[in-house]
């Protein structure tokens, strides 16, 4: 768990930690007193960064510099071993801000995958919240459970092998519901049983097919205020000879739908 | 404050809801024994919805049906009220994610301006973490309070009226600084004695040549990891005539800089 | 006609010219002996600049000043008088330049419209080439035809008031086929006919949907190389406070898509 | 040259040709009786396709379909040999409608590089105009010419070893002005001096700083009408499985600055 560090701010052992040498060599370790990284700029002996304080500048045997930085939360969700495609930071950062969790929220996550996106939102459900992660493999749970162990956040998450499209969820009163699926809009009426009134189920997809299936069937079951938006980042590289956007990256990674459950006939 | 929430999902008084009738009207209300909300398509007696779920559906007195949402985060900050640009929730979704900052974080945060920033910031740091929000205009600091005491997070926020680039910091080992202010290179100094090594500083400016000067600037003062993003939403419509993107909108919000801090000699 | 000018580009009665206040004033005019044009910022009299060369700059009676600019290709196509939206310039740079046409081309266009899209192919086809624009509607020929007159293209257009899904076109052997309409799957088996092998046909769309049928039914009809793109363009502000995009503009106009003609069965 | 083709649209020998097997793999040749072209999919004589009409279809020798198109102005371009960036087909669009050249205007480029844009100036200027193309490096203006005698436009470009910057254009009266040079702003004050009054200079920089220092000294250089744009260009995927834009691509290429040249001092 990143939160509560020590109030030194000290490596200790079990510390997730980005160590930094350039753009392209950035790895995410956890420290131990008997750690070696080894690179093409030289190997590194990482058993001495222990209670040295997060910043930490060493030096390879090569004489290069590393830095032992603190891994952002997209950090951790880029650095998960994963046999999916994962939700991207800028994606998903998005689509927390556009519910209305933190805190405490009971959330549900379909499908687990790598488990990057159960992480996270177990992250800032903590420390009385819980994600309740669904998926149909199971060896894919259990994958997700070593990436998430390392993070410290499994006691905030329950996981479930089960096709909730036909089985359905077992929690009632949910306060936001995450679909990662090829096929979302076959769970649409069943997160909708799992969902508190007024509550977001929130849904990506690459496809405008998806889209347009996901948004026709969530019209038809009691959701409003549907929407779809795509959010695309453009890296700007700031160098000495000029400013420019850089030339090559990601174009499109998921159109991402929000909508909001409604009770109908709740009048009395 | 919004979690959590009663069990029964049931409206009480001092409950923040977003009432929608559709995209053209949307509501921010404190529910109340007794309020009324007018609107073009008719007067709503919201007396009448305490006690109902959220997710409820009411009718205005021509007959217009409108709902009783749960606002999300983003919607929170849209509808503070402003005497200044917000940082929007595209943005602030991606650069939550970009530090490491969640329940129990001390984050410090210049300026407060409507104090949009500072609320999202206590909702994902509680409940033990802190807000050191900063402001030099003493008034923006008494509108930014309403605007947080309704959303019930005032309790996870300490407000300073100070100009910290002449004055600097209380706070030390800070988790994260956001800044966003006209000139924020002339704050990284300070910035960089109160953040933890390691830790993440975040900045967002209009203009090409804020971003540049800033990243200059952190570079000079022990940052690395420097980098700078621009975030694009795109709303796609999805609608029975056909799917397509919106055909106006917002072009362009902010440059998104973030960098990391590094201690300089902390080799023994 | 735009060009030749007269070879000391002199403004002459008959000219089109662009006259330039500032970013939100400007007129494309024709030039006459007798030529008054009112503006916010003060009256003009036209007549004056008979005679004076094109970059002349003038007063308006409140000592205003006004610049007689040649009109670019897209000022042409946004200042025609139009029924329906128009082609973007973006749009139509980007599509003329991935067919093959240029000056002597045999081009067809569906459907007329205003007439920007004929007389920017009129434009780049002269002086011996032809543009065929085919248009069901009989009162938008007649306004397409007014447009260009005073652009001095309509001797290299021939216009048709026709359904060529229905009836098809009077040309074979042309070099490239434009669709502009809200059916071009339905256009392409005639399209097919009536182009030759291996040149291009281009269709632009706004919605998904018409994109994807459109696409199947090239497919179905001998073309080959069938892509499909989108331009975007974003405005950069320059100013001395700062360079940044422009905030808000237009984020969508239409899916451009192309392809090619084969021809089957060709081996003898 | 490209145009006019033989009324029966049938492959002579020197007809550059865009032989297309699928999307990775298409090859610009030019049309001889005795030619191979091997692949990765089979080998291709391709003196059989003289006397066959453009959109013939071939095999290779492993049964691989091989499609003989009509090369588009933006596959010439593509096509060329270069030691420098070329100049994106969407931006040179973009750039060739926001002028006002066409058929039998005389434009100016500088520098040369590869000779993709003169040449596709050249092709939009004939069969009358013409393009006077000035580079610094003689090696160049070799390469370019080789390029470009492929094409078929020789004729209609005239090219310069020199230095504009110092000692400027030979001709006057030009009716457009293209800068694809590092130091845009060096040029502007001859480019002012060679342009018509009223009419376009145009200039593309891959650095903000070149902008705003181009803009600059255009701005103090009785250029008015200063606009400055960037193209995106994003492309979308239909295929059975869905709809999609392209996940990975080109990002940013170069900002497009456009001013027109004013006569101050016209007055009488």
Known sequence: MISPPNEDNLITPGDLILIYLDIKRQYLIQAAEKLNLSSDLGNMNLGEIIGKPFGYVGETHLGKKYYCLRPSTADLMFKVKRKTTIVYPKDLGYLLIETAIGPGSRVIDVGTGSGALAMVLAKFVAPDGMVFSYERREEFIENAKRNIERAGYLRNIKFYCRDVAVKGFTEQAIDAVFLD????????????????????????????????????????????????????????????????????????TAYLVRAQKIIVGSRD
């Open 181 to 252: 699926v090829p096929e979302p809009w076959a769970i649409v009426p069943k997160a909708a049983d799992a969902l508190k009134g007024g509550h977001h189920l929130v849904s990506w997809s690459p496809n405008v097919e998806q889209v347009k299936r996901t948004v026709d069937v969530l019209r038809e079951n009691q959701f409003i205020r549907v929407r779809v938006s795509e959010i695309l980042e453009r890296e700007i590289l700031v160098r000495q000879q000029g400013v420019r956007p850089r030339e090559r990256g990601i174009t499109h």
